[in-house]
């Protein structure tokens, strides 16, 4: 009877697996379905009035293994001159014949690591974040549903490797570290994440940290368990 005891703890274990794959698949489709709903502010229209001095990040999110939310990340080339080795959504300034800020989010990962945009769905333009520089910067949360189709091709000008993250990690404490900064006339704190891959150790911080901790923070419904106290001009428009 040893082996019918066997048999059966292995078809439960295949049917519960089986039962746990739908319930990832249908959490992930009732996700995109509220981030649907949650872009109802309009920010996928094109802001006229910012000029050229906006940009657009893609918040890049694929179903990983056991059904856990992932985001994809660029770390920039060390021989650029901006942000030079730093960690990065894919994304970039607006050109003229972006006809929203999706589409300047999809053509910029597309020219940097290959994504082809027809695979995938935008769901949510969350509201800008404002840089030191005075660029406006539209997150654009979007879903790849069949990852394999997928195979990064890097721009080696730009783009130094890929590599993707669990999203859930920018609510938790386990991989963070944080810093007190002063500039800009105020004092706020510097959230570090660490994460490491078979190859090596990236750290997502600063401006694309606090970006995948609200998009975290909508999608997962429920704030960081951690203080953000981000700075006030990364959220206040100055045009």
């Not at 890929?162 to 002063?182: A, T």
């Amino acid at each position: 009877m040893c082996w019918i005891t066997k048999l059966l703890h292995r078809l439960n274990s295949e049917r519960s697996k089986g039962m746990s794959s739908s319930s990832n698949t249908s959490d992930l489709r009732s996700i995109a379905e509220r981030l649907r709903r949650h872009d109802d502010t309009n920010y996928s229209r094109i802001a006229g009035e910012l000029g050229t001095n906006r940009a657009a990040v893609l918040i890049c999110l694929f179903q990983g293994k056991g059904g856990h939310l992932r985001v994809i990340l660029t770390q920039r080339s060390s021989t650029i001159s901006s942000h030079s080795g730093e960690v990065a959504l894919p994304g970039g300034k607006w050109e003229e014949g972006d006809d929203t800020h999706a589409a300047t989010a999809l053509r910029e990962a597309n020219e940097e690591i290959g994504l082809d945009p027809s695979t995938v769905e935008i769901l949510s333009i969350l509201p800008p974040f404002y840089t030191k520089r005075h660029i406006t910067v539209f997150p654009v949360i979007g879903i790849v549903w069949d990852i394999s189709s997928f195979s990064p091709v890097l721009n080696a000008s730009e783009v130094e490797s890929v590599f993707d993250v669990p999203l859930e990690m920018f609510l938790k404490n386990e991989k963070r570290r944080e810093e007190k900064i002063e500039l800009m006339g105020e004092r706020f704190l510097v959230h570090y994440f660490d994460y490491q891959t078979e190859k090596r150790c990236y750290t997502i911080w600063a401006l694309t940290a606090s970006i995948l901790i609200k998009a975290a923070s909508i999608i997962y419904q429920r704030p960081p368990a951690f203080q953000e106290h981000k700075p006030t001009f990364w959220g206040r428009s100055r045009h």
